[in-house]
């Protein structure tokens, strides 16, 4: 048996990763308005990761015994003025990701709960990569962004990203 506070935070973050599929979703829907197909991609394949993220704590809590409930997901409520926009706060949003897997970790931590501890290593290995990538994203959009030609070299390495599932098996 898990122990009730580390599953019901899992619980919880299965909402928080769908939460942020649905931002990610909504970056790309203004990339895509924008012209900017690159970055739409970019950001449409992160939603799917969320999604991943998500599909793998539900896995987890299920081969765990633990019957999963489902919350209603919050709306994406940011406004962009510019470009720069939702590279900012995903970058934000990250790190705000990052704490949110961190205390999971210290509430199995303090139970000795070391199932979950391992399970949660490759989130917080995840989370390192999910941070690094936001920084990139806005330094190359300070370096390159505000050329017309260095914006659409920035849109085509963002064209070229392409989905593979992850790494955690279950
Ligand atoms: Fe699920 Fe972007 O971390």
């Known amino acids: ?3 009730a506070k ?3 935070l899992i619980n919880e973050q299965i909402n928080k990763e769908l939460y942020s599929a649905y931002l990610y979703l909504d970056f790309s829907i203004y ?3 924008q012209g900017l197909d690159g970055f739409a991609n970019w950001y449409m394949i992160q939603a799917q990761e969320e999604r991943d993220h998500a599909m793998l704590m539900l896995k987890y809590l ?3 015994g633990v019957r999963a409930t489902l919350d209603a997901i919050a709306k994406p409520d940011k406004e962009f003025s510019c470009l720069m926009d939702p590279l900012k706060f995903g970058f934000e949003h990250e790190q705000y990701v990052t704490s949110l897997i961190n205390d999971i970790y210290a509430a199995a931590y303090d139970v000795k709960d070391f199932r979950s501890m391992q399970f ?3 989130f917080v290995k995840e989370q390192c990569e999910e941070e690094k990538n936001a920084d990139d994203m806005i330094k190359k959009m300070e370096l390159f962004g505000n050329d017309s030609k260095g914006l659409y070299s920035l849109d085509a390495e963002y064209a070229a990203r392409v989905y593979t599932a992850p790494s955690l098996v279950l």
Do not use: A, C, I, T
Request: net charge negative; hydrophobic share 35%.
């Open 120 to 122: 949660l290593d490759w």
């Open 62 to 64: 299920q081969n765990n």
């Open 31 to 33: 990339y895509e308005e």
């Open 1 to 3: 048996m898990l122990d």
């Open 6 to 8: 580390v599953s019901k």
